[in-house]
């Protein structure tokens, strides 16, 4: 087959293959794409085009394949469109996030520094090593009153003067 047969025989028919192809595929570019692909196929296997009687019913039956191939091939990717559904977040913080973070920790270690001893034992052992109230009670050797009031005025003054630090400018 040359060029001018290719032409003249099958080129006619791209119409009834996008037609063909869209009905199975429901989407015009994966139908267009299919038809190419046809083209490409029949144009590649022209030496044994010479068996071939009917050649509109060849590229059909090729169009068809291809198509059921390609619903094939979509069904396994099922991509989808990342705003529906996914939750797309980043997994490391960027320069300017670290920083701020660990500039605050460190506010926050230089607060907790800075207060009475018992407090500072008591709010270390709370909330950095994660002991249990009993256990602060027992290694301190404090009653659960005194933890508990230390705590909370350890935690205030923290609070407090993390406040004044944020709303500076305000």
């Known amino acids: 087959m040359n ?12 119409n009834k ?8 595929l429901g989407n015009e570019e994966e139908a267009k794409d299919v038809v190419q692909e046809v ?3 029949v144009w590649n296997g022209r030496e044994q085009m010479n068996e071939v009687q009917n050649w509109e019913a060849w590229c059909m039956r ?6 059921l191939d390609r619903i094939r091939t979509l069904a396994r990717k099922q991509t989808h469109p990342l705003e529906t559904g996914y939750d797309v977040r980043q997994e490391t913080l960027s320069p300017h996030e670290s920083t701020e973070i660990q500039e605050s920790m460190n506010r ?5 520094a800075a207060l009475p001893e018992k407090q500072r034992q008591v709010i270390h052992l709370r909330d ?3 002991y249990s109230y009993n256990e602060i009670c027992e290694i301190l050797e404090l009653d659960m009153n005194q933890v508990k009031v230390n705590l909370f005025r350890a ?4 609070r407090e003067k993390l406040m004044k630090i944020n709303a500076y400018g305000l």
């Open 108 to 112: 926050v270690n230089q607060f907790i």
């Open 17 to 24: 293959l996008f037609r063909f192809a869209l009905r199975f």
């Open 155 to 158: 935690r205030n003054a923290v």
């Open 128 to 130: 950095v090593e994660g």
């Open 39 to 41: 083209f490409i196929r």
């Open 62 to 67: 090729i169009t068809k394949n291809l198509s």
């Open 3 to 14: 060029i001018e047969a290719f032409q003249n025989r099958v080129l006619p028919a791209k």
